[in-house]
C-alpha cells in the first residue's frame, strides 16, 4: 500500500535533464539521509558526506544505519541507478554539490543553547575546498543568526586561501516527523525557506526554487521570508507542540486529582476548531531528539537577548515531571523501597516507528524504578540494540543497575514473574495484546499505562488494576 502511493508520487515528481542537479548533505543522519535519499529519488544527483566512517560503510555496504520506514528501499533503489553515492571525502564532497546543505547535529551545549560546533565545523570546509558558487542551506536546526555564523566560518575560510568565490546561506528548516520521515519529506505541508535580498541570495533563490518545483506542481508549499524568520520559524513550532503536551500533561495530572477523564476532555476541547485534536495526548512525558533540546535552545536564545520566556520554562518543567510520573504511580502502589519487585517495560524509543532513544522517557522510568532497588525486563519493537547501548551509557558507573536489567525476547517474555507492566510507548503491537496471557504471566495484573493506550472500564471488566494518566475517575468507579 505504502509503496503504491509513494511510486504514485515519484511519477509526479521525477525530475529529468537539465532539472537535475547536483546536491551535497553534510551529515547523513535521520534528516540528512532521509532528505538525500529523497532528493535522490526525485532524480537529483546526491553526494552523502558523514564523519562517521562506521555509518557510511553500513550504508556502502547496502545496510541503513537507522530504522525509518520505507528508507532502506529508497537508498537502495538510488544506490542502484547510481543517484547517491556515500564517502567521508569532504573535499570531493564540496566540490560535488552546487548546493550544499548541512545537516549534522545541534546537540545541546551545558547551558541548553544549541551546540553549533559540527555546523561551524562543516562550513569551514566548505570554505576550505569551494571554488565557484555555492548556496549553503542551513538544515539543521539552527538558532537565529546561524546563517551569519556560516557566512562568517566560510568567508573567513575563503580570505586564508585568497580565494574568491560566491555563496548566499540559506535557511530550509525541517519539519519531518522520524518514524514518518520519508512520507513527510515527500509530501511536506510546507517548505520554509529563509534568503536574504542580495544578488548572490536571489541567486540562491532561484536554485532552491528549482531543487523544491516538484513538491510545488500541485499547489505552492513554500513559504519565503527572510532568514532570520526561517530559523525561527522551526523553533516556533516545536516549542508550540511540546507546549501542548505539557499542557495536557498539567491538566491529566489535575484530572487524577479532580475525578475527570482526560480522554474526554481532550476529545471536548479538540473538537474545535481553533484548538483541533493534535498533540493533545497525554502521557509520560515527550523525548526525542527536538522537543527537548529546541526548548532549551529557543529558552537560551531569549535569555541571550535578557528575556524571560516563562511559558517554555513552565513546559520544559512539567515535562521533566511527567518523565518521573510512572515510577510515582509505581512507588504509590507497590512502596519507595522496591527491592525483591520486579517489573516489566514496554518500549524503549522515545516515539513509536523509531529506534532512537534520545532522551526518552523509558530512560527516567528505568533508572528509578532501578535505584529504587526494583529488577526490570525491557522489550522494545526494534530499539533493543540502541536500548543497551544507551543503557550503558546511562548507568556506566552503576554495574550492578546495568545487570537488573534483562533484554526480553518479545513482550510477552518481558512479562514473565513480573509485579507490574509499565507501557512508555504507543507502537502498534501494544495495543491489543491477548490479555489473557497478559494475566497468566504477570505476577498480580498490574498496569501502569503511560500512554493511555487502553480504557480504563474495559481493564477493570478484565481483572486487571490499570493506572493510566489522567484516568483515574474511571479506574476507581
Ligand atoms: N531527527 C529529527 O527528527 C529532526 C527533525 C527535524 C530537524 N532535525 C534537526 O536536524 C539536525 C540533524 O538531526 P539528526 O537527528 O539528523 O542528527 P543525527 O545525529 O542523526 O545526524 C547528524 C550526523 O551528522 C554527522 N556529522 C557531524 N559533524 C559532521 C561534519 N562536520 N561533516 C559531516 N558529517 C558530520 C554525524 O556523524 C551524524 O551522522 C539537528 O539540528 C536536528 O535538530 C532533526
Known sequence: MWMTRYLDAQNDLFL??????????????????????????????????????????????????????????????NRAAGRIQFSTDVEASVKHGDVQFIAVGTPPDEDGSADLQYVVAAAKNIGKYMTNFKVVVDKSTVPVG??????????????????????????????????????????????????????????????????????????ERTYWMDVRSAEFTKYAANAMLATRISFMNELANLADHVGADIEAVRHGIGSDPRIGHSFLY???GYGGSCFPKDVQALERTAQDYGLNLLILQAVEAVNARQKQVLGKKIQQRFGENLSGRHFAIWGLAFKPNTDDMRAASSRVLLGELLRAGATVAVYDPVSMQEAKRVFELDF?????????????????????????LAIVTEWKAFRSPDFDEVKARLKQPVVFDGRNLFEPTVMTELGIEYHGIGRSVLTNK
Open 16 to 77: 529529468y535533464g537539465d532539472q537535475k542537479m547536483k546536491i551535497t548533505i553534510i551529515g547523513t543522519g535521520y534528516v540528512g539521509l532521509v532528505t538525500g535519499a529523497c532528493l535522490a529519488e526525485l532524480g537529483n544527483d546526491v553526494f552523502c558526506l558523514d564523519v562517521d566512517q562506521r555509518k557510511i560503510d553500513i550504508l556502502n555496504n547496502g545496510g541503513i544505519p537507522i530504522h525509518e520506514p520505507g528508507l532502506e528501499e529508497i537508498v537502495a533503489r
Open 146 to 219: 546561524t546563517a551569519d555564523r556560516v557566512s562568517a566560518a566560510i568567508a573567513a575560510e575563503l580570505a586564508a586561501r585568497s580565494v574568491t568565490a560566491e555563496f548566499s546561506v540559506v535557511s530550509n528548516p525541517e519539519f519531518l516527523k522520524e518514524g514518518a520521515a520519508v512520507e513527510d519529506f515527500m509530501r511536506p505541508d510546507r517548505i520554509v525557506i529563509g534568503c536574504d535580498q542580495t544578488p548572490q541570495g536571489e541567486k540562491a533563490r532561484s536554485q532552491m526554487k528549482k531543487l523544491y518545483a516538484p513538491f510545488n506542481r500541485n499547489h
Open 282 to 284: 497525554a502521557g509520560c
Open 396 to 420: 556506566y558507573d552503576a554495574p550492578e543497575l546495568l545487570a537488573s536489567i534483562r533484554y526480553a525476547a518479545n513482550p510477552m517474555d518481558a512479562l514473565l514473574e513480573a509485579d507490574a
